[in-house]
């Protein structure tokens, strides 16, 4: 019953191959679209997770003896981009490292990002490297909001970090302490989903009626040659499935094609 019902929508003539066609292409396009909103709050959430470390910490009065870390957060600027320093100096050999680095940094040493890395291989040390002091490693993926971000931890004294008010940690945080996904922002996700369906849900009702004159008058056919209601349906049924299998096969690869490029879209100036 399959390829009779495949042979029959592929054989009908050329409006039935354009119905098919156009089926299917909105069912791809529909099936993009929702890949790409399903996608997009656990890449916000992803996001907000790699940043959590740096949250400020909540008030500590007692520090454990041997741990505990000072560590402050500067937002500075280098031309027009944003740049995080974040000084940290540990209170004993048990200090806790934020992630993405080996170990603590000692004073007059610095883990940089990648992006910052290329920055300052990019310009004079006077105008960026030296800020920073001696670069002794990188900043893994997993401390970083977007690989374009530029984060330097630099290592500081204790007492320096102290007259400058840094908040004492005993762990970094892992999970962001506010909603990775403020409400309006769900609110203009959820508008932009259905303004994006709307002429997918069009485009598929007119597919539809430009194929159903010609599919009646096929199944009609079948009937005077002898078919039975559940063969109908049956054939009815395969015809459907085919363009809409088809389109979900081809939103699927288009999906996996284009994410590439929308994951360099900047939002909230990451990516």
């Not at 920073?132 to 490693?137: E, I, P, Q, S």
């Amino acid at each position: 019953m399959i390829p009779l019902g495949l042979r029959l929508a592929l054989a009908g003539g050329r409006g039935s191959v354009i119905g098919i066609t156009l089926t299917a292409l909105a069912v791809a396009l529909g099936t993009a679209i929702l890949l790409f909103a399903l996608s997009f709050g656990p890449a916000l959430e992803d996001r907000a997770r790699r940043a959590a470390w740096r949250a400020p910490a909540v008030f500590l009065e007692d520090i454990p003896a041997g741990g505990g870390a000072l560590m402050s957060v500067v937002e500075d600027r280098f031309v027009d981009e944003a740049l995080l320093r974040v000084r940290i100096a540990p209170l004993g050999p048990d200090a806790p490292i934020p992630p993405g680095i080996a170990h603590l940094p000692a004073p007059g040493e610095a883990f940089i990002s990648p992006a910052l890395a290329a920055r300052m291989a990019s310009v004079p040390s006077e105008e960026l490297a030296a800020r920073f002091g001696t670069v002794v490693g990188p900043i893994g993926d997993e401390a970083l909001r977007s690989p374009q971000e530029l984060v330097a931890i630099v290592g500081a004294d204790a007492e320096t970090l102290r007259g400058d008010g840094a908040s004492p940690r005993v762990a970094f945080a892992s999970e962001p302490g506010d909603p990775a996904i403020p409400p309006v922002m769900v609110l203009v996700i959820v508008l932009a989903i259905v303004g994006a369906l709307a002429p997918v849900a069009v485009f598929v009702a007119t597919a539809t009626r430009l194929s159903a004159a010609r599919r009646e008058q096929r199944l009609a056919a079948l009937r005077l040659v002898g078919a039975t209601p559940r063969q109908v349906v049956a054939l009815a049924v395969v015809e459907a499935l085919a363009a809409t299998v088809a389109g979900l096969i081809v939103g699927l690869g288009l999906f996996v094609l284009v994410r590439p490029l929308v994951a360099l879209v900047p939002l909230d100036q990451a990516t």
